[in-house]
């Protein structure tokens, strides 16, 4: 069972053209990154852009795995936060599994993980400075920024020296 919280106004957002970044959270006390995406009671979910965010929604769960490893086939406990997920770019958790990931991907949302717990003020400062920046390669290609190098140009100056 799941239950969704959002707020009925939000607040102001980005720039006019500016596309803010949806991102999700998993966390257990709303607070801070601390949870692996199977057990996490709650995801976050806000949108982010380089000079602000915007918390969105907050899912929250009460049927969580219990990190041993094993699943339960019957009650599949990983679809709800799948679908939370929907209309997000990023996940971050401090560990997925291999087919929880595969299912997140098939969604379009990119899985990161990482090995402490850390503020979800502090995530999403590296967001922003990811979006201020130049953005990784998987981040441009989420949004739409993606380019690849026209190698050609090169060849030409090759043959015409």
């Given amino acids: 069972m799941s239950r969704t919280l ?10 006019p053209g500016e ?3 949806r991102v999700a959270i998993a966390s257990n ?13 709650k995801i976050v979910v ?20 219990e990190q041993s490893g094993k699943h339960d086939d019957i009650d599949d406990r990983i679809a709800p936060k799948v679908e939370a ?18 299912r997140v991907v098939k969604i379009g949302c ?3 993980k990482r090995k402490e717990p850390e503020p979800i003020t502090a ?13 990784p390669p998987f981040l441009r290609k989420i949004l739409g920024t993606y380019h690849k190098p026209d190698f050609a140009a090169d060849f030409d100056e090759e043959e015409n020296a």
């Fill in 6 to 15: 959002r707020l009925v106004e939000p607040e102001a957002g980005p720039a």
């Fill in 19 to 21: 596309k803010p970044l």
């Fill in 29 to 41: 006390d709303l607070e801070t990154l601390d949870a692996h995406f199977g057990s996490a009671s």
């Fill in 46 to 65: 806000f949108d982010i852009w380089r000079t602000g965010a915007r918390f969105v929604e907050v899912h929250e769960f009460s049927n969580a795995t």
């Fill in 85 to 102: 997920l929907t209309g997000c770019a990023l996940v971050f958790a401090l560990a997925i599994g291999g087919p929880s990931a595969a």
């Fill in 110 to 112: 990119h899985p990161i």
């Fill in 123 to 135: 995530v999403i400062a590296q967001v922003q400075e990811m979006l201020s920046g130049s953005p």
